[in-house]
């Protein structure tokens, strides 16, 4: 394909049977994003995007990680309060409250290549307060990614 019809193309979208409706984001190489994103904005809607190769759709096994995140995040909370609590200290000027949980909505999630945890993968959590705290994850390692006000 060349450059010009590259850069001027549409977007490209998969309506996916579980997912609805996916825009598709095109990487470096091989790897492209596909992305959820509800049409309106909703309070509680989690934003998903799922690494693929070649424009691969969404897996049975991301969409099984991303299920699991959302309904059953307790697998991830110690190793994302590990993270967000000195962030949250110093950036607030106090401790994280111990219902950290429940003052911070998960709202967004990069779903692994394979949705193998060891891959690189990030979530963003946005705290009562406003500012969105991101936590990344490589090689199974959580680390503070960004806090974005």
């Known amino acids: ?46 934003l998903a995007s ?17 299920r699991r995140l959302i309904d059953e995040p307790t697998w991830i909370l110690d190793d994302v309060q590990a993270v967000i609590g000195p962030a949250y200290a110093q950036y607030f000027g106090e401790p994280l409250p111990r219902a950290w949980p429940l003052v911070m909505q998960l709202c967004s999630v990069s779903v692994p290549l394979d949705a193998d ?10 705290s009562e307060q406003g500012p969105i705290f991101t936590v990344a994850f490589c090689n199974g390692v959580a680390e503070l990614g960004s806090i974005d006000s």
């Not at 799922?50 to 969404?58: S, Y």
């Open 117 to 126: 945890p060891g891959n690189p993968w990030d979530i963003q959590l946005v």
């Open 50 to 66: 799922f690494q693929v190769i070649d424009k691969a759709p969404p897996s049975e096994a991301q969409i099984a990680f991303l």
């Open 1 to 46: 394909m060349g450059l010009f019809s590259r850069l001027f193309r549409g977007p490209e979208f998969l309506e996916h049977p579980q997912l609805g409706r996916l825009e598709l984001l095109t990487g470096s190489n091989d790897s492209h994003h596909w992305i959820q994103a509800p049409e309106e904005e909703e309070d509680g809607v989690v």
